[in-house]
């Protein structure tokens, strides 16, 4: 089985090592492909006015200074030869549920491959808060269960065009509580701060913050399985159409 990994925090990320090495216990053709750079919040953004450029950096391994979604296309076309069997994207440090999940340009690579046809899997490990990561192993459930995971889930029969993306909670790999089929998730409140700055020549400068509030986490949601330090596997389709409104919007303009 040949095997294309990528992500949106860059080439040398803790997370990407994690899952090749999970992606190396099920098959000994695997190939990365990653941003130079980080790209996160990319979501399936494409370079269409710059020229991308492709760094081998060691056996299979690839840095494009790119989007994540430009790494599935440079792999595809110019470098592996022969498409992939399976496509990966992550460990993202941090978690892609809810309302973040349309930014992430990890789920974003894995929704472009699916676009060509091929089968994908988005993995993000959840930490609790800002600073976590400096102080504590925020991979130890990603990295004890990502190569379990992945296994089970490619037992499943699922359709192509079907993207599936797994978070881990933000627990020790021991209090993992298990895996969980759940729908994405809707946040009570999504604020956006601006930073208003000024650099050292008095020109003005921004920095981007969301604040999330939680609100609710119904079990059957991404949000109510990291709530049960469960694993959360979201099946999703790049379909934007609201089923639920075509029918009056059709009737409405039939008048």
């Not at 472009?112 to 959840?126: C, K, T, V």
């Not at 992945?150 to 020790?172: H, I, W, Y």
């Not at 049960?228 to 303009?253: C, G």
Request: aromatic share 6%.
């Amino acid at each position: 089985m040949r095997i294309l990994i990528t992500n949106d925090d860059g080439i040398d990320a803790p997370g990407l090592a994690i899952l090749e090495a999970a992606a190396r216990e099920l098959s000994d053709d695997v190939w990365t492909v990653a941003p130079a750079t980080e790209q996160s919040g990319q979501s399936q953004s494409v370079t269409l006015v710059d020229p991308l450029r492709l760094a081998k950096i060691g056996e299979r391994r690839y840095a494009v200074d790119g989007t994540p979604a430009d790494c599935v296309t440079v792999a595809l076309h110019a470098v592996l030869g022969t498409a992939p069997d399976l496509v990966l994207s992550g460990v993202n440090q941090g978690f892609n549920i809810a309302d973040d999940m349309p930014y992430s340009g990890t789920v974003g690579a894995a929704l472009h491959a699916a676009g060509a046809g091929l089968r994908a899997i988005a993995f993000s490990q959840a930490y609790r808060h800002l600073g976590q990561e400096a102080d504590e192993d925020i991979w130890s459930a990603a990295r004890a269960h990502c190569a379990e995971t992945l296994r089970t889930l490619l037992a499943v029969d699922q359709p192509k065009s079907v993207v599936l993306n797994v978070n881990f909670p933000p627990v020790p790999a021991e209090s993992v509580e298990g895996l969980s089929a759940v729908r994405q998730g809707v946040r009570a409140q999504h604020e956006v701060h601006l930073d208003d700055r000024q650099d050292v020549r008095g020109s003005p400068y921004y920095w981007v913050r969301f604040r999330r509030d939680p609100g609710d986490a119904p079990a059957d949601t991404d949000l109510g399985a990291m709530a049960a330090n469960r694993i959360s596997v979201t099946p999703l389709r790049a379909d934007f159409t609201a089923q639920d409104a075509l029918a009056p919007l059709a009737a409405a303009l039939a008048r």
